[in-house]
């Protein structure tokens, strides 16, 4: 395996395919105390950034990128909060598709 992944024109560090595993159970324990009244769990752009590895706009572009089928957010008086089980769903199936 290469340092990186161009799959589908997109470059995904390697440490994020070894890591996903460790990295989304550590984001699932952090947002654990803040789920919504109907029990999902909404995360902002930086906190998805930050969860990827990557920059606010890198997390952009991949929402723009309609190849990726990356989540769509939910707005909030402008402010997108993406669902925590569409991130962790769309990241499975990535890790999969490998």
């Known amino acids: 395996m290469s340092q990186h992944d161009y799959k589908q024109g997109i470059f995904i560090p390697l440490y994020l395919w070894l890591h996903s595993a460790t990295t989304l159970q550590r984001t699932t324990d ?12 909404y995360l902002r752009a930086i906190e998805v950034a930050n969860y990827f590895g990557v920059t606010t706009m890198g997390l952009w572009r991949w929402r ?16 997108p ?15 999969a598709s490998r």
């Open 64 to 79: 723009k990128d309609p190849k990726l089928g990356f989540p769509k957010p939910h707005e909030v008086n402008g402010t």
């Open 30 to 41: 952090m947002l654990k105390h803040r789920p919504s009244e109907n029990g999902q769990r």
């Open 81 to 95: 909060y993406f669902d925590l089980e569409e991130i962790e769903s769309w990241m499975r199936k990535r890790v």
